[in-house]
């Protein structure tokens, strides 16, 4: 039974994580010569297709955003951009804490608790084409600790836990284009993977409606969608591990600019 249930919670909790995206707010689209640095804390409401794998096992996943809310332990999303005359610079931090129990089938009786920890680090540079468009350069580091851990009455299963990590190396745009003045509409592209370290590629694209409405406040509202592949191991081996997975939903963010 854990080896169903993993794929299935491994794919929430890494698809949860992938790409982080800025909601943050944009900046005056004049260069200039102070650094400008935007906080954003936000949240994505992914829901998840594709497919995954580990040691025999491949499952189709297909996951509303409901399922993953509804298995939520904890979670913590923030991004951090800095733009200057030229230069350009961000960060991006996602953890999410995912849990379930597991019982019998028919009885119902618990077994185990499967918990799924992730965190998320993205780091890029880039540079300023045009005062309303940035070209990046950077990574993303995704890394999955599964967990399971069996009930008292069950000595039958043993406690375990698996831990998966790789990098991505990524190319992409940014753009900020001023609708009125204090609303600015943001897009944000990029290609990664490249086939480092053998199956490895991904792609994002999103969008959002960002409004400024105080002293370096503002709210983004909008919407994304990351395609992940990625694949270690030897298909039925025990090291063998998939995920290819496209995660997509809406992005709500505050932000501070300072």
């Known amino acids: 039974m854990f080896r169903a249930s993993l794929p299935r919670y491994a794919a929430i909790a890494l698809a949860l994580a992938l790409g982080g995206t800025s909601a943050a707010r944009a900046q ?8 400008e640095n935007t906080v ?12 995954m794998g580990i040691r025999v096992l491949d499952v189709s996943v297909d996951v509303p955003f409901s399922d993953i809310l509804d298995n939520l332990k904890g979670a913590l999303m ?70 399971i851990i069996p009930d008292g009455n069950v000595p039958a299963i043993s406690e ?37 370290g053998g199956t490895n590629n991904t792609w994002q694209a999103a969008g959002y409606l960002n409004y400024a409405f105080g002293k370096g406040w503002s709210a983004s509202l909008g919407y994304r969608a990351i395609s992940a592949g990625y694949a270690t ?24 600019t300072f």
């Open 78 to 147: 923030f991004n951090y951009t800095g733009r200057g005359e030229r230069l350009v610079a961000g960060t991006d931090f996602i953890y999410m804490d995912l849990g379930s129990d597991l019982s019998t089938p028919n009885t119902n009786t618990p077994l185990a608790e499967v918990r799924l920890k992730q965190w998320l680090i993205e780091g890029d540079v880039g540079y300023r084409v045009t005062p309303w468009m940035d070209a990046l350069l950077g990574v993303r580091i995704p890394v999955i600790e599964g967990e």
């Open 233 to 256: 191991g030897t298909e039925g081996q025990p090291d063998y591990f998939k995920y290819d997975v496209t995660s997509s939903g809406g992005v709500l963010g505050v932000s501070f």
């Open 160 to 196: 375990r836990s698996r831990t998966e990590s790789w990098v991505a190396p990524l190319i992409g745009a940014r753009v900020m284009l001023p609708a009125t003045r204090h609303l600015t509409v943001v897009g944000r592209g990029d290609l990664g993977g490249f086939g480092l």
């Open 40 to 51: 954003t804390l936000y949240g994505w409401a992914a829901a998840l297709s594709g497919s």
């Open 28 to 35: 005056d689209t004049t260069t200039t010569a102070k650094w």
